[in-house]
């Protein structure tokens, strides 16, 4: 499974979406996606990379593309 499948993973199975809705998903842009959904996604992604993201990080984590970005301060290519 390649980093960006993982990533993908993460998202479809916190907020149940397909994969084609995630190139558009941001933070409470669907009910899915609210405070409790986002550490569900952050708790799915620290788990799938081996990371512990900073606070900051968490934070920041506004979108799709934005975790993108943020992933790679973390040495994950391919996302």
Known sequence: MTNLDKYNEAFINAFGVESSQLEELAYQSIAEWDSVGHMGLIAGLEDAFD?????DDIVDFSSYEKGKEILKKYSIDGV
């Open 51 to 55: 990371i512990m993201l900073e606070t």
